[in-house]
């Protein structure tokens, strides 16, 4: 019999709320599939050789699905090893478009995490987090938050330095029909947008992350901590 490896702790009492379950799907499954299972016969003079950017970077989709396994929220994680990228002779970010994903490499990188990759330090990007709603009865963002740097960690084994969120704050359809008045309203949406800059900042802040300040869309919210 396998032994129970992973304990559910509840840090309230939770009796009420939604029920979900966790499933993770990451590139590191698919990676060692295509050496593996979908891989051709070698002979024991080949080496595997791992392109740039997926040696680098791991990306991973987090789902919490309802009890009808429909997912309910998602968040994509990327994980960057800068250790290897100097191993790998990799100086500056401008070596690794033509390796990587252009979309995954313009959602990850911008000048800090930049910074980061070339001065070695390991970190977790998730970029994928939306603030959809300003009720903070819903967890699911401190959840993320909160959870994905641990399981990335203690699961996968993974080390690193940084973990740094972003959100994309917008005005969503169910602000328009919560507030009518809003279509015609540029002030008082941009009133909405700080009212949800300012519950994000609440939420990330007791999880001990700091926002930065120097983000130039002003739709978009970072936050960074050290793991």
């Known amino acids: 019999m396998t032994r129970k490896l992973v304990y559910l702790r509840r ?18 499954e698919d990676l060692a599939s295509q050496i593996g299972h979908d891989g051709a016969f070698i002979t024991t003079r080949h080496i595997p050789y791992i392109l740039l950017g997926a040696a680098l970077i791991k990306g991973f989709l987090f789902s919490l699905d309802t009890e009808e396994g429909e997912p309910a929220e998602e968040c994509y994680a990327f994980f960057v090893n800068s250790e290897l990228a100097q191993r790998r002779m990799v100086s500056s970010y401008d070596e690794l478009p033509s390796t990587v994903n252009p979309y995954v490499a313009k959602v990850i990188f911008d000048a800090r995490t930049i910074d980061w990759l070339e001065s070695g330090t390991n970190f977790v990007c998730i970029p994928f987090v939306h603030a959809l709603q300003e009720s903070k009865d819903d967890d699911s963002v401190a959840w993320f938050a909160r959870n994905v740097p641990y399981i990335l960690s203690d699961v996968y084994g993974l080390s690193f330095q940084k973990v ?64």
Do not use: Y
Not at 11 to 28: A, E, H, M
Not at 222 to 227: E, G, I, L, Y
């Open 164 to 227: 740094a969120v972003s959100f994309h704050i917008r005005i969503t359809d169910d602000d328009f029909e919560q507030h009518p008045e809003l279509l015609d309203d540029e002030f008082g949406e941009h009133r909405l947008i700080n009212r949800k800059r300012t519950w994000l900042r609440e939420i990330m802040e007791a999880l001990g992350f700091e926002e930065m300040k120097d983000i130039a869309d002003v739709n978009r919210a970072v936050f960074c901590r050290d793991n």
């Open 11 to 28: 840090g309230v009492i939770d009796d009420g709320l939604p029920k979900f379950q966790l499933n993770i799907r990451s590139d590191i």
